[in-house]
C-alpha cells in the first residue's frame, strides 16, 4: 500500500488522522509541519511517522494531502518544487481550484480536492472529491479509499465545489444548536436539558429523513400539525426572516471562496 504524506498538521489533519486510526487503517502515514510539538503529538497519540524535513517527507508520498490554509498553499508548493515521482496530490485548500495548483509540482502529479468534515474523527464525516480530468482510475480509488475510511464519500464536479462547501459544514449544526439551546434557556430550561431537548429536536429530525423513505415535505408537515405549536413556531421563524439569514451566511461563503481563489 502507498505511503500517505500529511503537509499541514493542523485540526482537519488531527480529524482525518484520528478517524484512521479509530478505523484501524493500516497504511503507512507520515505527517509534515513547521511545529515540532504536534508531529510529536500525532506521533504518540497516532503512531503517525513525524517527518521534520519537507522534501524528505515529500520524497515519500504516493498519496500527498496538502492540509494547510488556502492563503499558504501557493507558498508550500513553490517550496516544494518539481516532484520526480509519480504521486496523486490532494488538496484540502477550500476555495482553490485545481486550475490554481495544476502543474505546480510537475507534469508526474495528478489532482485532486476534498473537503472532509472534522466529524470524521469520528467515521461520521462526509468528504467531497472532485478530481482533475486527465486523474487515472488508480489514483481515483486510492483516494477514494482513503476518505471512505473516515465516512461516506461524494464525488461532484468541481464547479459543485464551493457549493457543497458553504453547505455542508457541521458548523450549521453547531450553531443551530447553540442557538436553539440558548432561547430554550431563556425560556426557563436549564442548561443540560435545553441542550438535550434543541440536540434531538435537530437530530432525530435529520436522522428520520436520512434513514427513511419518507419526502422532507411530508415530514415537515407531519411535524407541524396546522394550528399546532411547531406550526406557530415555524411561521414565526420564516417571518423573522431565518430564510434571508440562511441565504446571507451562504453567499458570504460563496464570497469568501471567490477570494481564496483569487488570492491564491
Known sequence: MTTTVFLGAGRITGALLAGLHRAKFRGS?????RHAQRLRQFKKLYGVDAEYDLHRAVRRAGLLVIAVRPDSIGAL?????EIHHPVTAVSLAAGIPLAKVRGALGPRVHWARAMPSPACRNGHGLTALAFDHNAPAAARREVKYL????GPVLEISERKFDAFTVTYSCSHGYHA???????????????????TAAAHALADGIGEWREGSISLQTLLGEAATPGGIAAASRKAMRRAGYQRAV??????????????????
Open 29 to 33: 502515514i507520515v505527517v509534515h509541519d
Open 77 to 81: 508548493l513553490r517550496e516544494v518544487g
Open 147 to 150: 476518505f471512505a475510511r473516515v
Open 177 to 195: 444548536l447553540a442557538t436553539l439551546a440558548g432561547e430554550a434557556e431563556k425560556l426557563g430550561l436549564d442548561r443540560k436539558t435545553a441542550l
Open 247 to 264: 441565504s446571507a451566511g451562504l453567499g458570504a461563503g460563496m464570497k469568501r471562496a471567490r477570494k481564496n481563489a483569487e488570492r491564491a
